[in-house]
Nanobody, 119 residues
Framework: QVQLVESGGGLVQAGGSLRLSCAAS????????MAWFRQAPGKEREFVAAIRWTSSITSYADSVKGRSTISRDNAKNTVYLQMNSLKPEDTGVYYC????????????WGQGTQVTVSS
């Protein structure tokens, strides 16, 4: 069983930065890709960024492109999301997800970490 544990969330003023981490554990970890999603109050969960585990090819939502960087450390089985120039609309619960059994579905999820950006 794979477990994903997020950390690094918190309260930050607009314009500030946060670095989220997602540590994967449980059996020999191998994934097709890992990603970050977020869910704001009253809204559906949305894609933020993803990284292919072997090629490191990345993709971003337009809303965070240019302000965020996703990266991974294979040795630590950890993926990071560096977020800069944060805006109040970035507020939400950020979830880490992994494609383990199939490259077409994120089938493992973390419990989420709260990010709150004050204006």
């Amino acid at each position: 069983q794979v477990q994903l544990v997020e950390s690094g969330g918190g309260l930050v003023q607009a314009g500030g930065s946060l670095r989220l981490s997602c540590a994967a554990s449980g059996r020999t970890f191998s994934s097709y890709a890992m990603a970050w999603f977020r869910q704001a109050p009253g809204k559906e969960r949305e894609f933020v960024a993803a990284i292919r585990w072997t090629s490191s090819i990345t993709s971003y939502a337009d809303s965070v492109k240019g302000r965020s960087t996703i990266s991974r450390d294979n040795a630590k089985n950890t993926v990071y999301l560096q977020m800069n120039s944060l805006k109040p609309e970035d507020t939400g619960v950020y979830y880490c997800a992994a494609q383990i059994r199939s490259p077409s579905k994120y089938d493992y999820w973390g419990q989420g970490t709260q990010v709150t950006v004050s204006s």
